[in-house]
Nanobody
Framework: QVQLVESGGGEVQAGGSLRLSCTIS????????VGWFRQGPGREREGVAF???????YYADSVEGRFTVSQDNAKNTLYLQMNSLRPEDTAMYYC??????????????????????WGQGTQVTVSS
């Protein structure tokens, strides 16, 4: 049984940092892209940051330069380091995995990817 379990959410002031973790267990068929989505209050779920199986990373414009996605294959754990947080980063953050896409923005384009495995989410709140 596949499980994606997030941790590390919390409340932080604007300008602060948080690191999210996602532990992945079980076999994920066609696991080409792993990464993070988020859904803020009254907003649609959006792709944030993904990492392709060869290690290449892909980011949404809104987080480029502030967030870093990485993975520790030995621990089967995915991370999202979030720096310079802003109130608009407030959202439920979800770990996700799935197949790659065909896009001019790359194999794991956060705007095009459609994961087939999801975690339960971890809340991030950024206060001004």
């Amino acid at each position: 049984q596949v499980q994606l379990v997030e941790s590390g959410g919390g409340e932080v002031q604007a300008g602060g940092s948080l690191r999210l973790s996602c532990t992945i267990s079980g076999y994920i068929y066609n696991r080409q892209c792993v990464g993070w989505f988020r859904q803020g209050p009254g907003r649609e779920r959006e792709g944030v940051a993904f990492i392709y199986r060869d290690g290449r990373t892909y980011y949404a414009d809104s987080v480029e330069g502030r967030f870093t996605v990485s993975q520790d294959n030995a621990k089967n754990t995915l991370y999202l380091q979030m720096n310079s947080l802003r109130p608009e980063d407030t959202a439920m953050y979800y770990c996700a995995a799935g197949p790659s896409v065909i896009s001019i923005n790359g194999r794991c384009d956060p705007g095009r990817i459609k994961p087939n495995y999801w975690g339960q989410g971890t809340q991030v709140t950024v206060s001004s």
